[in-house]
Each structure stands twice: as structure tokens, then as C-alpha cells.
């Protein structure tokens, strides 16, 4: 547990994500009661346990990691940076990779989704069909879910600020580069635009089509359309946006398979 306790006092730090927040009726808490035994749920605990600090901005979803991707066995490990969580039309893939769990998928989330809507009253979050367009692309990745670790681009926000989308961009790339480096991962996918941005790459398009991995701070990435999102790319029924999706989609299976 050593590495989720480094990662709490990463996270600590930016003071992104404050215990209290969470014992309220959020979508954590009711996964963690809904499903005690996954590995998720109980180091999860751990990393709030040690964010002891009040709110002081508008704070963000949680990462969520595989059961073996703190641990020492061998196994290729992914890391996949998203788009921002209130991204227009998308929403975060963060907010539901709960149910990426061993065991959990698609099936288990529309029923939880369905209770989760009935106790907080409202119907905006990442729907059960986006749950199952993410499954679907990462099994066609030959991502192993068990050595996945999953967080959004931009997670810091002004101080004192609750407004959406109001980012310390400075802080969010920080925070972002402490988290890659301690998840250390043989893979970073970069989907969509807002990451690329954030860790200094301007040229979302070039990025994509060119059919390449970059190295960014010493990591292997590879950007890839934001496929639950229209994003630069343009609609997802359009040549565009599967042509680039089929140029990632190549390049990270041959980089994972070798």
C-alpha cells in the first residue's frame, strides 16, 4: 500500500480532493457499500483517509488504478489521461471506471446507475452506453484492466473558484506530472486534445496522424481521439474521426502486443 499512500500525498498537496467531500452520498461512497471487497474500494479508503484538509475550490473525480497496477507482479502497464471531466458532450470516463473492476462491467453499472440517479435526483452523469463504448475500445486496445490507471487532464482548480472548467492549469500540470511519475507506466494514452495541451504538445492533429508515439517527460504516449466526445476530430460517424481513431488504435496495439 506504500505507493497508494504516495499517491494520497501527491494528491494531498493540491488539496484536490478532501475526505469529507466523500462521505456525503457521492458515487464513490455508494460503490465502496455496494462493493466492500473490491480492491478499489478498499485503497481508495486509504488514499482519502490521508485528505484531511477542508475544500477550498471546486474539486474533481477521482483516478481509479487495477488491482495489480500498484503491485509487483509483471504486467504492462497503461495509463489513460482523459479530457477534462465537464468536457461538452463526453463527460468524464473517470467518474464510472469503477466498474472496470474484475468481475464488475456494463451489466453491473446500468443497475447502479439507475439506483445512484434515484438518490442524488438528477440525470447528468456518464451514461451506461459510454460504459460499455469505453469496455469495448480498451478490450480492442488488449488493454489488461488489472494494470490500468485512469485519471482526468486538468484536476486543479483556482482557489477559491467553483465555477466549471475555471483550471490552475500550472497546478493541473504539476500534479498531472507528479502522477506520471509515480505511476510509472510502460503506456500513456492521451485522448483527446486537453491532455496533450496541458503536458506541452499544441498540435492535437499532427500528434494523431502521424502515426508515431511521442515522448513527453520520458514517457512513451500516444495521443488518440476522445471516442465518447466529438473534440477536434469532428463527429464520430465521420472518415476523420475513424481514420485517426484507426491510426491510434494500430499504434497502440502494436506498442502493447511487442
Given at each position: 500500500m506504500s505507493r497508494i499512500k504516495e499517491l494520497a500525498t501527491v494528491f494531498n498537496h493540491y488539496k484536490t480532493y478532501p475526505r469529507r467531500c466523500y462521505d456525503k452520498i457521492r458515487f464513490?461512497?455508494?460503490?465502496?457499500?455496494?462493493?466492500?471487497?473490491?480492491?478499489?474500494?478498499?485503497?481508495v479508503e486509504i488514499l482519502l483517509s490521508m485528505q484531511g484538509y477542508e475544500p477550498a475550490?471546486?474539486?474533481?473525480?477521482?483516478?481509479?488504478?487495477?488491482?495489480?497496477?500498484?503491485?509487483?507482479?509483471?504486467?504492462?502497464?497503461?495509463?489513460?489521461?482523459?479530457?477534462?471531466?465537464?468536457?461538452?458532450?463526453?463527460?468524464?470516463?473517470?467518474?464510472?471506471?469503477?466498474?472496470?473492476?474484475?468481475?464488475?462491467?456494463?451489466s453491473q453499472y446500468k443497475d447502479f446507475y439507475k439506483e445512484y440517479l434515484n438518490l442524488v435526483g438528477v440525470n447528468k452523469y456518464f451514461s451506461p452506453n459510454k460504459?460499455?463504448?469505453v469496455i469495448k475500445q480498451f478490450d480492442q486496445w488488449n488493454i489488461d484492466f488489472d494494470y490500468l490507471y485512469i485519471t482526468d487532464a486538468c484536476k486543479v482548480y483556482n482557489y477559491n473558484s467553483w465555477k466549471d472548467r475555471d483550471f490552475d492549469r500550472d497546478k493541473s500540470k504539476l500534479l498531472l506530472e507528479a502522477e506520471i511519475?509515480?505511476?510509472?507506466?510502460?503506456?500513456?494514452?492521451?485522448?483527446?486534445?486537453?491532455?496533450?495541451?496541458?503536458?506541452?504538445?499544441d498540435n492535437y492533429s499532427e500528434a494523431v496522424e502521424s502515426g508515431?508515439?511521442?515522448?513527453?517527460?520520458?514517457?512513451?504516449?500516444?495521443?488518440?481521439?476522445?471516442?465518447?466526445g466529438q473534440g477536434p476530430s469532428g463527429n464520430r460517424n465521420g472518415l476523420g474521426f475513424k481514420r485517426r481513431l484507426e491510426i491510434a488504435s494500430n499504434l497502440i496495439k502494436n506498442i502493447i502486443v511487442n
Open positions: 464513490v461512497k455508494v460503490f465502496q457499500e455496494r462493493y466492500p471487497q473490491d480492491h478499489y474500494s478498499k485503497e475550490q471546486r474539486g474533481a473525480d477521482l483516478p481509479w488504478w487495477g488491482k495489480e497496477y500498484f503491485s509487483n507482479k509483471k504486467g504492462f502497464r497503461v495509463m489513460v489521461i482523459c479530457q477534462d471531466s465537464l468536457t461538452e458532450d463526453a463527460g468524464s470516463v473517470v467518474f464510472a471506471a469503477q466498474f472496470f473492476s474484475s468481475g464488475i462491467g456494463y460504459v460499455r463504448t511519475e509515480l505511476c510509472n507506466p510502460n503506456l500513456i494514452i492521451l485522448l483527446g486534445s486537453s491532455p496533450l495541451r496541458l503536458l506541452g504538445v508515431k508515439s511521442i515522448i513527453i517527460n520520458g514517457q512513451t504516449c500516444v495521443a488518440a481521439p476522445f471516442f465518447i
